[in-house]
C-alpha cells in the first residue's frame, strides 16, 4: 500500500533532504507543491489541498526565513506568515485524518543565554535574541500546537530542532 506523503518546504535544505530520503521508499509518493502552486497561508487553499490529496502523512518544513537583517526589519511579516502556514497546515492535516505529522523548528526557539550544552528543559527559561524573536516565538507557538493536538486529538505530531544548519 503507497503511503502518501506531503512535503511542505521541499525547496529547502531540509525538505530537499527528506525528498532524496523518502522517494528511496518505492511505497511512498512524495507530495510537493510550490508556494505559486499553494499558499499556505490560505486557510482556504490548504483544506481544499488536503480534502483533494488524501495526505498520510506531512513533513512541515515550510517557513518564511531571513537573516538577521530580514528578521530584524520585518518582524510582523515574519510572526504573521509562520503561524499561519503552521496553523493552517497542522490544522488541516489533523481535519483529514493525518496521523504522523513532522514539524521543523528552529534551534533559535531557546534563550539566548542558555546553558551550554542546551537541553530541551532549556525552552521558555528566558528571554529569546531580540532580532529574531517574532520567528522563534511563531516556531514556539508550533511547538505548542503539535503538542495540544497530540494532546487532546491523540495524533502523533512531532517537532525536532534541526540545528548546525
Not at 507543491?33 to 515550510?62: C, P
Not at 515574519?78 to 497546515?89: A, C, D, K, P
Request: aromatic share 8%; hydrophobic share 40%.
Amino acid at each position: 500500500m503507497t503511503k502518501r506523503i506531503f512535503i511542505a518546504g521541499h525547496n529547502g535544505m531540509v525538505g530537499s533532504a527528506l525528498v532524496r530520503l523518502l522517494a528511496q521508499d518505492s511505497n511512498t509518493e512524495i507530495i510537493t507543491r510550490t508556494r505559486a502552486q499553494l499558499d499556505l497561508i490560505s486557510q482556504q487553499a490548504v483544506a481544499d489541498f488536503f480534502a483533494d490529496e488524501q495526505v498520510d502523512e506531512v513533513y512541515l518544513g515550510a517557513a518564511k526565513v531571513g537573516g538577521i537583517h530580514a528578521n530584524d526589519n520585518y518582524p510582523a511579516e515574519f510572526i504573521y506568515e509562520n503561524l499561519m502556514v503552521e496553523t493552517n497546515v497542522v490544522h488541516q492535516a489533523w481535519k483529514s485524518g493525518v496521523q504522523k505529522l513532522l514539524f521543523l523548528g528552529s534551534s533559535c526557539i531557546y534563550p539566548r543565554l542558555a546553558a551550554q550544552p542546551m537541553r530541551e528543559s532549556e525552552l521558555m527559561q528566558g528571554s529569546l535574541e531580540a532580532t529574531n524573536e517574532p520567528y522563534a516565538l511563531a516556531k514556539i507557538a508550533g511547538i505548542k500546537l503539535c503538542e495540544s493536538y497530540n494532546r487532546q486529538y491523540g495524533c502523533d505530531y512531532r517537532s525536532v530542532m534541526p540545528t548546525n544548519l
